[in-house]
């Protein structure tokens, strides 16, 4: 059974950091495209950022401050995604997920992605 599972979540004060974790059981993450969403309240879920099979990254939400950090650790099998200068703006679900196949380039579209994460909550407040 394919899977993933995200981890790292949590209440953190504004300003603050975060490293979120998205761990694949049955398949092996460095051959597949790896993205990060989040669905904040009353929004769609949108991109965040994303890891290629090549280890290439794209970061979706155009953070001049360089908020969001993807990477890979294919020892581990997880991607992880780094989020720095925490708002309460940020607080969403964040889920991770990858296509079935392999060498699927980057997309911010959560229609080119099969596998899905249950979310790890991540709540920025004071």
């Known amino acids: 059974q394919l899977t993933l599972v995200e981890s790292g979540g949590g209440l953190v004060q504004p300003g603050g950091s975060l490293t979120l974790s998205c761990s694949g059981s049955g398949f092996t993450l460095d051959y597949h495209t790896t993205t990060w969403f989040r669905r904040a309240p009353g929004k769609e879920r949108e991109g965040v950022a994303c890891?290629?099979?090549?280890?290439?990254?794209?970061n979706f939400r155009n953070s001049a401050k360089g908020q969001f950090t993807i990477s890979r650790d294919n020892a581990k099998n997880t991607v992880y995604l780094q989020i720095d200068s925490l708002e309460p703006e940020d607080t969403a679900v964040y889920f991770c997920?990858?296509?079935?196949?392999?060498?699927?380039?980057?997309?911010?579209?959560?229609?080119?992605?099969?596998?899905w994460g249950q979310g790890t909550q991540v709540t920025v407040s004071s």
């Open positions: 997920a990858a296509p079935i196949f392999r060498d699927v380039p980057c997309s911010g579209s959560e229609l080119d992605y099969d596998y």
């Open positions: 890891i290629d099979d090549r280890g290439v990254t794209t």
